[in-house]
């Protein structure tokens, strides 16, 4: 089955180098297969209306409440409050101390960071290096 994305965040390779944001692409993908982690929050799925559809591959048994932008959102929130000291050494924010100041909500795992990080770390990690 061929599912069509548009390209909305920079860094989506094609064979002959970068697809430019706005360019909708078409994807092979069997029955049930997961987007690939290469198109994870850099494309919106279009169905035949072309209405934009988030990209997110939901943690097994169901995601959580909330879109993946509103997600997105809590987690950028969130990031905003931790210290140093709650980042991993790969930069991105400890699932244990995202869960510790989630005031209400359904708490994050470490695969809903996973997706929803690389959409959101350049600009956190600015914002934070601001103050």
Known sequence: MTRHFRVTESGVNGPDGEIRVGTIIPVKLKKGQPVPDALVNKVEETDEGGVPVAVINPAEGGGPVGSAAERQAILRELTMKLGDEDFAKGGEPKVDSLNEVLEEG???TAEERDALWPG??????????AG
């Not at 959101?120 to 290096?129: S, Y």
């Open 120 to 129: 959101i770390r350049d600009e956190v990690m600015t914002a934070r290096a």
């Open 106 to 108: 359904e708490p994050f």
